[in-house]
């Protein structure tokens, strides 16, 4: 593996603020993706989903799967039976790659650092892998849990230096008014190569 190659793509991508710069290197990154992230050991979407299908009984409930990536999190709940997954992402280049699993029923664009186009209490459960970032600045956690339905849970994963940062106090403000019922909170490997964990965090809607 070219490390260097990839440990500059992943620092322009933790430093960048301006969104068409994040959405311009993933499209950059889109087609060495998954065989990238197979060589780091990014184990993100499978832990994700042994915590998420035990709250997901319904093999039938819509599930939006926020920030799909190249379809790794659809295709593994597809293996467990799930048939009803909207994928969203921004990057048209790694929603493209996302079509090849036929997991997801719809993909569709979204840019989670903006309120998005979808009506309050519409999906079963959300799962969002790999995708939390400080650029979504309090909007994206508050966006999942409204287009949420009542009593369902919201998982995603979070690397401990946004979790420390922007999304812990965030947990308490939401909360407070009343948007979560319970929080659940994992720490689990994310990146074996590196042995990087990161906090798979559940958040039920009342
Ligand atoms: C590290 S990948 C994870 C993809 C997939 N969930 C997985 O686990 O393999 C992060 C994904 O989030 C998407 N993303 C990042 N910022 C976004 C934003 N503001 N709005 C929508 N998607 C975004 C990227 O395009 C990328 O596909």
Same mark, same amino acid.
């Given at each position: 593996?070219?490390?260097?190659?990839?440990?500059?793509?992943?620092?322009?991508?933790?430093?960048?603020?301006?969104?068409?710069?994040?959405?311009?290197?993933?499209?950059?990154?889109?087609?060495?993706?998954?065989?990238?992230?197979?060589?780091?050991?990014?184990?993100?979407?499978?832990?994700?989903?042994?915590?998420?299908?035990?709250?997901?009984?319904?093999?039938?409930?819509?599930? =939006?799967?926020? !920030?799909?990536?190249?379809?790794?999190? @659809?295709? +593994?709940?597809? $293996?467990?039976?799930?048939?009803? %997954?909207?994928?969203?992402?921004?990057?048209?280049?790694?929603?493209?790659?996302?079509?090849?699993?036929?997991?997801?029923?719809?993909?569709?664009?979204?840019?989670?650092?903006?309120?998005?186009d979808i009506k309050?209490?519409?999906?079963?459960?959300?799962?969002?892998?790999?995708?939390?970032?400080?650029?979504?600045e309090g909007v994206?956690?508050?966006?999942?849990?409204?287009?949420?339905?009542?009593?369902?849970?919201?998982?995603?994963?979070?690397r401990p230096h =946004?979790?420390? !940062?922007?999304?812990?106090?965030?947990? @308490?403000? +939401?909360?407070? $008014?009343?948007?979560?019922?319970? %929080?659940?909170?994992?720490?689990?490997?994310?990146?074996?190569?590196?042995?990087?964990?990161?906090?798979?965090?559940?958040?039920?809607?009342?």
């Amino acid at each position: 593996m070219n490390n260097d190659r990839l440990d500059k793509l992943v620092n322009k991508l933790i430093i960048a603020t301006d969104p068409a710069e994040v959405v311009s290197l993933y499209a950059e990154w889109a087609e060495r993706y998954d065989s990238d992230l197979d060589e780091f050991g990014y184990v993100a979407p499978q832990i994700a989903i042994e915590a998420f299908t035990p709250l997901v009984m319904d093999k039938n409930a819509l599930i =939006y799967d926020a !920030g799909c990536g190249t379809g790794t999190v @659809g295709k +593994l709940l597809g $293996e467990q039976g799930y048939n009803n %997954i909207v994928g969203a992402d921004f990057s048209d280049e790694m929603r493209k790659l996302a079509e090849k699993f036929d997991a997801y029923t719809r993909l569709e664009y979204a840019d989670y650092g903006k309120a998005v186009d979808i009506k309050d209490d519409t999906y079963d459960a959300i799962i969002s892998v790999g995708v939390y970032t400080a650029r979504f600045e309090g909007v994206f956690l508050r966006e999942m849990l409204r287009i949420l339905k009542p009593g369902r849970p919201f998982l995603f994963s979070c690397r401990p230096h =946004y979790f420390d !940062g922007d999304v812990e106090p965030q947990l @308490g403000t +939401l909360k407070d $008014e009343g948007l979560i019922a319970k %929080i659940d909170i994992e720490d689990k490997p994310y990146m074996l190569k590196q042995q990087a964990n990161a906090y798979y965090i559940t958040l039920h809607k009342p």
